[in-house]
């Protein structure tokens, strides 16, 4: 009964905050799915595409960029996004995924 009622109704959780930004020029996005979530769109010139990256469970979009800089590295624009509950997005809850389905579609459409 407690995993479904988590599954409904979300994890409160510590709010993880972002803890670095982007050292390139960068656009803080705000789209809205299931909850208003924010996103940092990073391009470079000439890019192959784009790639979206998402945090884990508990993370915020600040975790990857790392990987943002090899993919930039590779040729390719990136999409941070915090999932709800974390970092600039709305919400205090996760759903471990259920609601946050929502979310990568709301992002891979844009």
Request: aromatic content about 10%; glycine content about 10%.
């Amino acid at each position: 009964m407690h995993r479904l009622k988590s599954l409904a109704f979300g994890i409160n959780n510590p709010r993880p905050t972002n803890g670095q930004f982007p050292t390139k020029p960068y656009q803080t996005i705000q789209l809205k799915s299931n909850k208003m979530i924010e996103c940092w769109l990073i391009k470079r010139e000439n890019a192959k595409g784009t790639v979206v990256l998402f945090h884990g469970f508990a993370g915020e979009k600040s975790s990857l960029l790392e990987k943002s800089v090899v993919f930039e590295q590779l040729g390719y624009n990136t999409l941070l996004v915090d999932f709800m509950g974390s970092g600039g997005s709305e919400g205090n809850q996760t759903t471990i995924g259920f609601f946050e389905a929502a979310e990568v579609k709301t992002c891979v459409d844009f």
